[in-house]
């Protein structure tokens, strides 16, 4: 049977994160003091994780001006959601698209 240290010894290859063994540096979200500073430094993993990613490429994309394509699905119209995030996207410029 094989050992934990066997085991780690075969996961070590590139891409493979259990051969990469570093501390999970964090902040608790009461410490953030804006959206930006939550979504960088804190929710690391599952849905903030993702959270994060799609943060960090809208801002490249933003900074650097690149036009976006944007897809909504629902009744967004009908229930009066485009007041309130829909409408306040669209004025920004970002999107080229829908």
């Known amino acids: 049977m094989a050992t934990r240290k066997d085991r780690d010894a075969r ?34 993993s599952f849905g903030g994780g993702y959270l994060r990613r799609l943060w960090i490429l809208l801002d490249e994309a933003v900074g650097k001006g690149l036009p976006m394509t944007m897809s909504v699905a629902g009744p967004v119209t009908v229930s009066g959601q485009h007041f309130a995030w829909l409408n306040p996207l669209l004025d920004t410029g970002w999107f080229a698209l829908i």
């Open 11 to 44: 996961c070590t290859g590139p891409g493979n994160l259990r051969g990469e063994r570093r501390e999970l540096e964090t902040r608790p979200v009461t410490e953030a003091n804006d959206l930006d500073e939550l979504l960088e430094h804190s929710l690391p």
